[in-house]
Nanobody, 123 residues
């Protein structure tokens, strides 16, 4: 079993930045990719970003490309999401996710989810 714990959410003004961190614990065999999704009220959950746990290129959702950056830290089993140039439409609950491949992340084929953390961007 893998546990994913998100931290770093909160309230920020439009144009500002925020960093989310996801820490993975427990048995991680086979989970070779991690990522972030988000869900706003009344909307479907959407891909924000995904990254292979080892070598490979990250993937990003179209609405966050060039504004958000995903990174990994092997030593601490963490994945971070740096969010710049935040907009009110980025307001959502953000979920950390783990899957066996980054393609599975891209296709929403997730094996483990975090509980989610609120990000609110005020105008």
């Amino acid at each position: 079993q893998v546990q994913l714990t998100e931290s770093g959410g909160g309230l920020v003004m439009a144009g500002g930045s925020l960093k989310l961190t996801c820490t993975a614990s427990g048995r991680s065999f086979g989970m070779d990719a991690m990522g972030w999704f988000r869900q706003a009220p009344g909307k479907a959950r959407e891909l924000v970003a995904g990254i292979p746990w080892h070598a490979g290129i990250p993937v990003y959702g179209d609405s966050v490309k060039y504004r958000f950056t995903i990174s990994r830290e092997h030593g601490s089993n963490t994945v971070q999401l740096l969010m710049d140039e935040l907009r009110p439409e980025d307001t959502a609950v953000y979920f950390c996710a783990a899957a066996s491949t980054v393609d599975n992340i891209r296709n929403h084929q997730i094996e483990y989810w975090g509980q989610g953390i609120q990000v609110t961007v005020s105008s």
